[in-house]
């Protein structure tokens, strides 16, 4: 009994935290894709989009959502309460030669607060002002953790994959004593149906027209999230034109796949190259037996596909000289290890998030997996493999 009291007691914990967290990465999400309809269509009819016009979007919307995702948090929980660990500092925008841009995040940022009584967040009285925006800023840190109990920001993780209509992920997560407590990720393009998981990511936009989203046919979109003690992760679709927000606006309940069969099991791919080694995690992959076909996915939809039970492994062996950033893993290994996964070092030692930005203390790298048995094979055959690694 007292057991099931302690049970009941950790999952109404960051409740509130976790409501506001969600809202906060609807409206995330509903900016971002705005901005990338905006590049798509630019790219449709020049053929090609300046790097300056992708670039000088892409940073307002980064800093408005940062901006607003601390608003809402300062609204609805207290600004005092409010640290922040992002991409970055206020000090960035607040230099002389930045005030074009700070203006155009201030106009943002106002357009998004116009909209929050749809996400279920009381609209604020008056248009926020340069000031205001630079002190919502000033809650942020982009190097240090800022206290024992700070939020992270995740930006968005795959650039590329954003200006070109593809996939991309924003996050956001608690940390209390270094260890993450909740963790949210919007994934406006993530496609709702497995077998599309495969495909390019402009059949997706093609059906998307073809079949305009609606609760009752999910096609693309969902924001994932999981809070520490609860046992579930849940996922619910993300909020598009004219639709209010209702919690738990038709969320249905995530879990892994009870796949242990490493021929039957998918591997999650990385489509970037540039921090990883695909050559030593397709040779692992086959030394285990993942046989089947890999699921190629950007970033954070690796942790998405595992959670929703799309896949069944996920590896990820930087190069000596990188290291990862706590904000493209605090949400994901919260949600995974809630519905039901494992995320570890190669060594089995759960990730450190109590030293900052970045992962310190990582062994070789990060494995997530399905379930024990397939942790445990991949484990040993890194163990047997890692000196011809060559990271």
């Not at 996050?171 to 004593?177: G, K, M, Q, R, V």
């Not at 039901?340 to 310190?360: A, C, M, N, Q, W």
Request: aromatic share 8%; charged share 20%; glycine share 6%.
């Amino acid at each position: 009994m007292e057991e099931d009291k302690k049970m009941l007691s950790e999952s109404e914990d960051y409740s509130k935290e976790l409501d506001v967290a969600v809202r906060a990465m609807q409206m995330a999400c509903l900016l971002y894709q705005k901005v990338q309809d905006t590049l798509v269509s630019k790219s449709r009819c020049n053929d090609k989009v300046l790097f300056k016009d992708e670039n000088s979007l892409l940073t307002i919307a980064e800093w408005s959502v940062q901006a607003i995702v601390i608003w809402i948090l300062s609204q609805s929980l207290g600004s005092e309460n409010i640290s922040i660990l992002a991409k970055g500092d206020v000090q960035t925008l607040s230099k002389t030669n930045a005030s074009e841009l700070l203006e155009a995040v201030v106009k943002t940022v106002n357009e998004c607060i116009a909209e929050a009584p749809r996400f279920g967040v009381q609209e604020y009285k008056s248009a926020l002002g340069t000031l205001e925006v630079l002190e919502l800023l000033s809650h942020c840190n982009s190097v240090e953790a800022p206290s024992a109990r700070f939020w992270v920001l995740g930006p968005i993780d795959e650039t590329s994959g954003f200006v070109n209509g593809d996939q991309y992920a924003v996050s956001l997560s608690l940390i209390e004593a270094g260890e993450v407590v909740l963790g949210v990720l919007g994934c406006p393009n993530y496609p709702m149906r497995k077998e599309w998981l495969s495909y390019h990511h402009s059949y997706h936009r093609i059906i998307s027209m073809l079949t305009p989203t609606t609760s009752e046919t999910w096609n693309k979109g969902c924001v994932i999230y999981a809070k520490k003690g609860s046992g579930k992760a849940w996922m619910q679709p993300v909020l598009h034109v004219n639709k209010k927000f209702v919690w738990p606006n038709h969320a249905k309940q995530v879990s892994i796949s009870s796949i242990d069969n490493p021929a039957l099991a998918t591997f999650c791919e990385t489509v970037e190259k540039a921090n990883s080694s695909h050559s030593f995690t397709e040779g692992l992959a086959l030394s285990v037996g993942l046989s089947k076909q890999p699921l190629r996915a950007r970033s954070a939809m690796k942790y998405v596909a595992l959670a929703c039970g799309n896949a069944e492994v996920f590896m990820k062996f930087g190069r000596a000289s990188y290291k990862e950033k706590i904000w493209d893993h605090a949400a994901g290994v919260i949600i995974i290890q809630e519905a039901g996964g494992i995320v570890t070092d190669v060594r089995g030692d759960p990730l450190d998030f109590s030293k900052g930005l970045y992962l310190e203390g990582l062994d070789r790298g990060i494995v997530a997996c399905a379930g024990a048995t397939l942790h445990e094979k991949i484990i040993d055959a890194v163990d047997a493999s890692w000196s011809s690694s060559c990271l």
